[in-house]
Nanobody, 116 residues
Framework: QVQLVESGGGLVQPGGSLRLSCAASGMIFSIRSMDWYRQTPGKGRESVATISSTGITNYADSVKGRFTISRDNAKNTVHLQMNSLKPEDTAVYYC??????????WGKGTLVTVSS
């Protein structure tokens, strides 16, 4: 079994920054990719940023230039640096991990609120 624990969410003013972290533990042999998704009430879960095992990154258009995903392979940890935050970034952010063998896992989520 694999466990994902997110941290770093909270309340921030528009224009501010937050750094989310996600630590993976358990039966992890080979990670294919790690991602951050977000979800707001009444909407589906949307992909925010992805980083592959080789470090290739991909971002949603809405966060390009403001968010940066990074990964520490030795610690099975992924981070999301969020700058220039906007009220529309308010959401529950979920960590997602996909193993090379196929199974994927979700964290429980961390709430990010951007408000003055």
């Amino acid at each position: 079994q694999v466990q994902l624990v997110e941290s770093g969410g909270g309340l921030v003013q528009p224009g501010g920054s937050l750094r989310l972290s996600c630590a993976a533990s358990g039966m992890i042999f080979s990670i294919r990719s790690m991602d951050w998704y977000r979800q707001t009430p009444g909407k589906g879960r949307e992909s925010v940023a992805t980083i592959s095992s080789t470090g290739i990154t991909n971002y949603a258009d809405s966060v390009k230039g403001r968010f940066t995903i990074s990964r520490d392979n030795a610690k099975n940890t992924v981070h999301l640096q969020m700058n220039s935050l906007k009220p529309e970034d308010t959401a529950v952010y979920y960590c997602h991990l996909r193993l090379t063998s196929g199974p994927h896992y979700w964290g429980k989520g961390t709430l990010v609120t951007v408000s003055s």
